[in-house]
């Protein structure tokens, strides 16, 4: 048994109505969906070290549970619940294997661009480092032929350890938060990669917007559209809820996790370049 990178917790609101301990999920890779016990799923042997385990459990799980409960009965949170939310949410845009892959094909861009900063800005960071440009331009080659050297990995700690940033919860935390529940025809699906945003725009204003299953029941939306930190409750048609299902497949790596067996799902899941369209209110 490895680590969750999809707390059990969370997976449980997506629950089998008459197994609770157990999940529809669909395979991408292997076309397969199967009902399996929620602690065998959306997890991978040695993801997490313990005590990265325990940073998740203490600081970042714990603290947003009563206030996703609070969210999933239709209940408005406060300030501190909603930085506690915030801070959840960007956890899980970070700590899955759809932003490990993505990390690791980005890495060569990411170092060329940092070391271009450094070089272009020389006598600056040799005095910061308390080195001469000589000495700073050594310490570079050094550095570059490591990194150059090593294959990153899904369980390297330059991966791994992504909880979150302080820019991105500040972009959360100021949208305007809707509460979307979905009526009896149609449920809300989720994913390994659950927190759907705009990968072009992203989420800073005013085009900005992200969306977050809570359960079969109810999803999180949030945008620039409304009362900066405002929060609203809203009764779902079905667009809606085939909307965020659609953004819930089209981010998934490979796995996606439903409350029972629908036909719908692989479909959904299977679409390669769905019809995504922004959410207007």
């Known amino acids: 048994m490895g680590q969750h990178y999809l707390p059990q917790h969370y997976l449980r609101h997506f629950a089998t109505p008459e197994a609770p301990d157990k ?17 065998n ?3 991978s042997s040695r993801f997490y070290s313990e005590k990265d385990e325990r940073v998740l459990s203490d600081w970042i799980e714990g603290p947003a549970q009563d206030p996703l409960g609070q969210l999933r009965n239709g209940q408005e949170v406060g300030v501190e619940g909603r930085r506690a939310v915030t801070v959840y949410l960007e956890s899980m845009i970070k700590r899955g294997p759809r932003n490990r892959r993505k990390m690791i094909e980005k890495a060569p861009q990411t170092k060329n661009e940092l070391l271009s900063e450094i070089k272009g800005n020389l006598e600056l960071e040799a005095s910061r480092f308390n080195l001469s440009q000589e000495e700073l331009l050594h310490k570079i080659d050094e550095w570059e032929g490591k990194f150059d050297s090593k294959r990153l990995s899904m369980k390297d700690d330059l991966i791994r350890r992504q909880w979150f940033s302080p820019a991105v919860c500040e972009y959360i935390f100021s949208m305007t938060w809707r509460v979307i529940k979905a009526d009896d025809a149609h449920r809300f699906i989720t994913c390994d990669h659950p927190v759907f945003f705009d990968e072009g725009y992203g989420l800073k204003p005013p085009y900005g917007e992200f969306s977050f299953p809570l359960s079969s029941d109810n999803a999180l939306h949030g945008s620039w559209r409304g009362p900066q930190e405002g929060f609203f409750f809203v009764q779902a048609r079905p667009p809606l809820v085939k909307e965020i299902d659609r953004r819930v497949a089209f981010m998934a790596e490979r796995f996606v996790f439903y409350h029972r067996n629908a036909s719908w799902v692989p479909k959904v899941a299977d679409k390669l370049s769905p019809r995504l369209t922004p959410i207007e209110w």
Do not use: G, N
């Not at 999940?23 to 602690?39: A, G, Q, V």
């Open 23 to 39: 999940i529809w999920m669909y395979d991408k890779c292997s076309k397969e969906f199967k009902r399996l016990p929620i602690k």
């Open 41 to 43: 799923v959306a997890q």
